[in-house]
């Protein structure tokens, strides 16, 4: 249940700039629509029954409230969002890499949020799985997953508040606005695994780079293919799709997001080189 979570998740910080632009652009028009009609509503009701000002007062009073508390429940905010990292607490409790998950529904930097939601997690710290799920009901926060290609329940649904995913079987995942603890970096594996970006080799790129930070996981029934959920400087979490090619320890990788063509990286030694400049190095939890 959600009082039996095992920490307690750090105050949400403010939306970065990308994220509130879309959070305008998605529920703006409809949020002036609906106070138009309250206003509409309200003027009707004084047209139709006002006489005297003490009348019309009491009248208004009455209105507003009337179908103000209409409007409030329209206007309920909706979930943000999804993007950022969450910790399962069967596998882990956040003081490592084991039972990390990270999910965004925005897929590119272009923000275009769709009905998919890429989920990129680790039970055991070491090996790095992926799938999608879909929204069933955004506005309610209502999402599923399949994760059976994993291990686990091939029916898995859950709802997104904007602090949590409270899971329908009990489990619940607090979100957390970035890693709660140090890393360091790692020469291990090729692909799969936490990754930060180098500052220093992509100074001139714009934003806070230390933010940069993201999961690289395979699909388990699908070989080759792969999934990359990450944190931009400037906006939420994306995810783009893709394939790789090469061995344990070099290897190549090509990812898209909906709208944006295919990008090309290349990994060995624990860093990787992308096609537009950027280079991350792979991490490790710090001793």
Known sequence: SRANKLYTPPSRPPPPPLAMALLLRQWLPATVALLLLLGAAVASDLHASCGPVEDCVGLLQTSVASHGSALRSALAAPPPFLGGIFFDPRYGDGSSLKGIRMMADVSGSTGYS???????????????????????????????????????????????????????????????????????????????????????????????????????????????????????????????????TGGDTSCSIS???????????????????????????????AA
Not at 119 to 142: C, R
Not at 155 to 171: H, L, Q, R, V
Not at 259 to 281: F, H, I, P, V
């Open 114 to 244: 769709g009905d998919r939601i890429g989920l990129v997690g680790s039970d055991d710290g070491e090996t790095y799985w992926s799938v999608f799920g879909v929204w069933v009901d955004k506005a309610q926060g209502k999402l599923w997953f399949d994760l059976s290609s994993k291990g686990g329940p091939s029916d898995f649904p859950g709802t997104w508040d904007g602090d949590e995913i409270a899971w329908d079987g009990g489990s619940v995942w607090p979100f957390f606005p970035s890693l709660p603890f140090n890393t360091t970096q790692t020469s291990e594996g090729c692909l799969e695994g936490f990754w930060r970006a180098d500052a220093g080799a992509a100074a001139g790129t714009g934003g806070d780079m230390l933010t940069r930070q993201a999961l690289i996981g395979t699909f388990q029934n699908l070989e080759g293919q792969v999934l990359v959920v990450r944190r931009g400087a400037h906006g939420p979490f994306v995810f783009a799709e893709g394939s790789s």
């Open 255 to 285: 990812v898209a997001s909906a709208r944006s063509a295919a990008q090309l990286g290349t990994s060995s030694g624990g860093s990787l080189t992308w096609s537009w400049g950027e280079r991350w190095l792979k991490q490790q939890l």
